[in-house]
Structure formats: structure tokens, C-alpha cells
T-cell receptor, first 113, second 113 residues
Framework: DAGVIQSPRHEVTEMGQEVTLRCKPI?????LFWYRQTMMRGLELLIY????????DSGMPEDRFSAKMPNASFSTLKIQPSEPRDSAVYFC???????????FGPGTRLTVT | TQLLEQSPQFLSIQEGENLTVYCNSS?????LQWYRQEPGEGPVLLVT?????EVKKLKRLTFQFGDARKDSSLHITAAQPGDTGLYLC?????????????FGKGTHLIIQP
């Protein structure tokens, strides 16, 4: 079975540009999580969906960040406009047991210059 | 913000040695999970502990949840180079409900041959 799929794996963009990260969760999983990982702050939860509905978005840093889950098999995280401090590795994870037993994708390494 | 402190931050030991890493908080968790992350990949779940005082073993890895459910430890016996990675603990305060997981910053472990 395919795991969590994320695209792109790497993204380099200039400050001010819009960035869209994509995630396909494991089929049958009804919970989806977006995380950001940096050396300074570690792994931070940005937003958590359950059955396509956002449950906890308190980790979304500011209005420049938005996330959608239009159906059970696809989610996006958008940053507009991007800033250099958004540079990080962004992970998507899914689960069929709520916050337990999360399966992580390989991540998207974002660099904003 | 509910903090999880992991120690040590970095640990480098020789193959065959034993080691223990720690995960501590001032707050009580409904459950606690341990993940291992290798470079360029997402975290992979190792174990979930839910009962105070619980001990779980995974081959050479022994996980313990504190009696008060505020802390946890991971002990590795006869460490192997394949154990190298970033070990993350993650706590759940809401019993699998709305709050998602809080991750520690991790322990970077290097096992030298």
C-alpha cells in the first residue's frame, strides 16, 4: 500500500510568491495533520482535520497560511505571500485512529529566498 | 503551550553501549508516543504508552511511562548503528480528541561503529 504522498519534495521560491503544498493521505484514514519542522522550533502542529473538517488550526502561524481538505484523499497547505522565515520542512500525516498512530509523509522542504 | 522537554539533545556513543533518553513535562498526558526520524524522511511511530507505569518493549528498545503520566523514557540496549536517528516524543492531552499532539524537539542519537 502507498504511504502518505506529498508534493513537491522540494520547493524553492522567492519572497512574496504563493506556495502550495499537496498531500494525499493513506486511503481509509480520516484524520490528516500538517506539521512544520525547523531546527529551532522542532516539529509543530499547524492544523488537524478529521473527516475533512478542521478540528484544530491554532498552530497556523498567521493569515498568510491556509489549509483545505476538499475530499478525503487530498489536502493543500498554501502560504501567500511567502517569507524567508517560512523556510522549513512541512510534513503531512494521516491516521485512522485520531491523533494516535500517525503515518507521516516524506515532507516538503521549502526554501524562501 | 504544553511543553515536552527531551534530554539529552545530542548523544553519540559506541556500538554495543546502552543508553537512555528522557521526555519530561509539567503536565499530565492521556498518552505518549515515541517516533524515530531518519534524515530526509518523516517520523515513524515506535510505540504508544497510555497507562501510568506502563513498560513496553520493542526488541532492544524499552519504553516506560511515568507513574504520574508526566514523563517517559526510552532505553536502548546494545545500541547498533541502525539505531541512529532523531527520537521524538509526542504527548496527547485530550484523550485523542481535539488538541492534536505536542512534540518535543527530540534527541539526536548517533551510534558509531
Amino acid at each position: 500500500d502507498a504511504g502518505v504522498i506529498q508534493s513537491p519534495r522540494h520547493e524553492v521560491t522567492e519572497m512574496g510568491q504563493e506556495v502550495t503544498l499537496r498531500c494525499k493521505p493513506i486511503s481509509g484514514h480520516n484524520s490528516l495533520f500538517w506539521y512544520r519542522q525547523t531546527m529551532m522550533r522542532g516539529l509543530e502542529l499547524l492544523i488537524y482535520f478529521n473527516n475533512n473538517v478542521p478540528i484544530d488550526d491554532s498552530g497556523m502561524p498567521e493569515d498568510r497560511f491556509s489549509a483545505k481538505m476538499p475530499n478525503a484523499s487530498f489536502s493543500t497547505l498554501k502560504i501567500q505571500p511567502s517569507e524567508p522565515r517560512d523556510s522549513a520542512v512541512y510534513f503531512c500525516a494521516s491516521s485512522d485512529r485520531g491523533v494516535y498512530e500517525q503515518y507521516f509523509g516524506p515532507g516538503t522542504r521549502l526554501t524562501v529566498t | 503551550t504544553q511543553l515536552l522537554e527531551q534530554s539529552p539533545q545530542f548523544l553519540s556513543i559506541q556500538e554495543g553501549e546502552n543508553l537512555t533518553v528522557y521526555c519530561n513535562s509539567s503536565s499530565v498526558f492521556s498518552s505518549l508516543q515515541w517516533y524515530r526520524q531518519e534524515p530526509g524522511e518523516g517520523p515513524v511511530l515506535l510505540v504508544t504508552v497510555v497507562t501510568g507505569g506502563e513498560v513496553k518493549k520493542l526488541k532492544r528498545l524499552t519504553f516506560q511511562f511515568g507513574d504520574a503520566r508526566k514523563d517517559s523514557s526510552l532505553h536502548i540496549t546494545a545500541a547498533q548503528p541502525g539505531d541512529t536517528g532523531l527520537y521524538l516524543c509526542a504527548g496527547d492531552h485530550s484523550g485523542g480528541g481535539a488538541d492534536g499532539l505536542t512534540f518535543g524537539k527530540g534527541t539526536h542519537l548517533i551510534i558509531q561503529p
